[in-house]
T-cell receptor
Framework: GDSVTQMEGPVTLSEEAFLTINCTYT??????LFWYVQYPGEGLQLLLK?????DKGSNKGFEATYRKETTSFHLEKGSVQVSDSAVYFC??????????FGTGTSLTVIP | GAVVSQHPSWVICKSGTSVKIECRSL??????MFWYRQFPKQSLMLMAT?????????EQGVEKDKFLINHASLTLSTLTVTSAHPEDSSFYIC????????????FGPGTRLTVT
């Protein structure tokens, strides 16, 4: 079945450090891939998405590229800020169907 | 963008009582709504999928008689936790999908349920 695997957390970085959160997936066909962010006490917010191979999703300085050959969708940001502290979820979905989420990676950015 | 609301945002109830959580799509018609459950420091697990006007489809291991889902209109779905127990304490999140063919689901802010 479909599944998503994320790197284990928690991740602690200093402000302005480079961020990478690894995400790999297993799926039949060609799903869309997503990154969601959850701030403390809040629900999920869509951060970025990619719907086909080689697409790059980007938002708020975050980027992720849909790599079919490596079945990956790693999240990157060149310079993190304290306000980026949150839990990040990688997910996949086929048209009209449920989402499959990774276990989430907690990020803490210290000044 | 599309907005999904949930009410209440948090609720405390006593063991044995029932509690209802509402999920509303505020500016679009949601033909499909999903209910997820999130345990502390864990990912979201799909509980059930509901299509407007139809009975919900529950995931394996989810008790349909305990978690009653109603999707009576294109803008409202409700989850009722019946005879709640402390182990039902969790963060419940709904999402909704509109009539268009987009993959994107819009998530509600979640409801934190604590059963004492």
């Amino acid at each position: 079945g479909d599944s998503v695997t994320q790197m284990e957390g928690p991740v602690t970085l200093s402000e302005e450090a480079f961020l990478t959160i690894n995400c790999t997936y297993t799926a039949t066909g060609y799903p869309s891939l997503f990154w969601y962010v959850q701030y403390p006490g809040e629900g999920l917010q869509l951060l970025l998405k990619a719907t086909k191979a080689d697409d790059k999703g980007s938002n708020k300085g975050f980027e992720a590229t849909y790599r079919k050959e490596t079945t990956s969708f790693h999240l990157e940001k060149g310079s993190v800020q304290v306000s980026d502290s949150a839990v990040y979820f990688c997910a996949l979905a086929h048209t009209g169907n449920q989402f499959y989420f990774g276990t989430g990676t907690s990020l803490t950015v210290i000044p | 963008g599309a907005v999904v609301s949930q009410h209440p945002s948090w609720v405390i109830c006593k063991s044995g009582t029932s509690v209802k959580i509402e999920c509303r799509s505020l500016d679009f018609q949601a033909t499909t709504m999903f209910w997820y459950r999130q345990f502390p420091k864990q990912s979201l697990m799909l509980m059930a999928t509901s299509n407007e006007g139809s009975k919900a489809t529950y995931e394996q291991g989810v008790e349909k008689d305990k978690f009653l889902i109603n999707h009576a209109s294109l803008t409202l779905s409700t989850l009722t936790v019946t005879s709640a127990h402390p182990e039902d304490s969790s963060f419940y999140i709904c999402s909704a999908r509109g009539r268009d063919t987009s993959y994107e689901q819009y998530f509600g802010p979640g409801t934190r349920l604590t059963v004492t």
